[in-house]
Structures are given as structure tokens and as C-alpha cells.
């Protein structure tokens, strides 16, 4: 029964991605929430003070955060298992759902950017995801290139060709709601933004790939939302 885990090595590629992706979102965020802070205080002196404390906080905040989510993503790489046996490649690993797929019920395989190879039946129904950085990776290639011709994915939707833009939008909306006096901006910006939220803890709710115990709870989005809503009603009719 062959088997296959991630190279150890192979963990600093896969930092470097959530480098790429992580640092700016954590930028990001820290930038909007001192332009509210900074906006609503109106340059009073001892408030300008409160102001230095937040962005130290923040920043620390941010930091230790981002650690952590490397810690636990490390933990998620080494975890990953790939068993071809007879009749199935199964896949597993921690917080994910696990893969599993008859060999004979192959029919796409696709490898994306990364080399990762994305394996389905017909209906993509069944997914079994072969890492890029597993042992013999050439070898796992080679026995399921014989099921079928591996061909080159694509980007699964816009949102997440543009990830930066897509993550950018909300929050520029949001400084929006809470710095502008005008009823008419404010619904312009508040409206949009409450309704991409609740698609965003749909679209998490929904997701097949992670585990339902490990889908990132929706309590911290739903404060969010919440005051948001009170903040546009306030403007609006307030």
C-alpha cells in the first residue's frame, strides 16, 4: 500500500505563499481600522495618543496572529497523507475533509500553478488534491498520468484570481460607512458591503473542502456585520 507525506523541506514554499497573500490582508486591515479611528477622533491631541497605542496594539496583535496561523499551517502541511491502494487514492489531512476516489472512476486531473494536482470523476464530485511537495511526487505523477491526460487548471472564479482586490473592496467600504456624513454614500458603500459579508459566511458555511469542526466561526463576522447595519441605520435615519 503505497504512501505519501509532505517533504519537510517542502514547507518553505508554501510560507512564502502565505507571506505573499498574508502580510498584505494583515496591512490591509490594520490600515482600515486606524483610517476609522483616525477619522472619528478629528485630530484631537490626547485622543492622537489613543491613536500611537492602537497601532502598537494592533501591530503586536497582527504579528502574533500571523504566527500562529504559520504554527498551525505547519501543522496542517506535515499532517497531509496520500494512500494509493487497491482501487482508491485517499487523501488525508488535519481540518480537511478527506479525499477519497476510485481509480477507475478517474476522469480529470489537473495541475494547478503550484503542481499540485487536482484529481475528480466526471462531476468533480469527488476531489483528491496530490500535493507538489509529497515524496516521489514524479513518480505519483507518472502512475496517474496513465489514468488520464493531466491538463492545466484554471482559476476557479475571479475572486480568487483577484484575491488583493477582492479583500481591498470591503474595506474600503467599510472606512467609507464610518468616515462620510452623506446619506447617499453611505447606502452606496454600506449596502454592498453588508451583502458581500453575508455572502462571504455563506459561501464558509457551505464549503465542502474543510471539515464542518474546523470551518472558522461566523460569531466575530456576524459583530462585524451587525454593527455596520447599526452604523448605516444611525446615518441614515439616526
Not at 475572486?159 to 467599510?174: D, H, N
Not at 456576524?222 to 454593527?227: A, D, G, Q, Y
Request: hydrophobic share 50%; proline share 3%; with cysteine.
Amino acid at each position: 500500500m503505497p504512501q505519501y507525506k509532505n517533504k519537510p523541506e517542502g514547507f518553505g514554499a508554501v510560507k512564502s505563499q502565505l507571506y505573499r497573500k498574508g502580510l498584505p490582508v494583515m496591512l490591509i486591515a490594520l490600515v482600515t481600522g486606524l483610517s476609522i479611528s483616525y477619522a472619528t477622533q478629528k485630530g484631537v491631541a490626547e485622543e492622537m495618543y489613543t491613536t500611537m497605542f492602537t497601532i502598537l496594539f494592533f501591530a503586536v496583535v497582527l504579528a502574533f496572529s500571523f504566527w500562529r496561523a504559520l504554527q498551525k499551517q505547519k501543522a496542517v502541511y506535515n499532517s497531509y497523507l496520500l494512500t494509493i491502494d487497491d482501487g482508491y487514492i485517499v487523501k488525508e489531512q488535519a481540518t480537511l475533509n478527506t479525499g477519497r476516489l476510485k481509480l477507475g472512476l478517474i476522469e480529470i486531473i489537473e495541475q494547478d500553478e503550484f503542481g499540485n494536482l487536482f484529481v475528480s470523476d466526471a462531476q468533480k464530485q469527488s476531489i483528491v488534491v496530490v500535493s507538489a511537495n509529497i515524496e516521489s511526487y514524479a513518480e505519483v505523477k507518472e502512475l496517474l498520468g496513465a489514468f488520464k491526460p493531466i491538463t492545466t487548471r484554471k482559476k476557479i472564479n475571479i475572486f480568487q484570481k483577484y484575491w488583493f482586490v477582492t479583500v481591498s473592496v470591503p474595506c474600503i467600504l467599510m472606512v467609507v460607512v464610518y468616515i462620510s456624513d452623506s446619506k447617499i454614500i453611505v447606502a452606496a458603500a454600506g449596502i454592498p458591503l453588508i451583502a458581500v459579508m453575508i455572502w462571504g459566511i455563506y459561501k464558509i458555511r457551505t464549503n465542502k473542502h474543510f471539515a464542518n469542526k474546523s470551518k472558522p466561526s461566523i460569531w466575530m463576522l456576524l459583530i462585524v456585520i451587525l454593527s455596520i447595519t447599526a452604523m448605516v441605520y444611525y446615518k441614515l435615519f439616526g
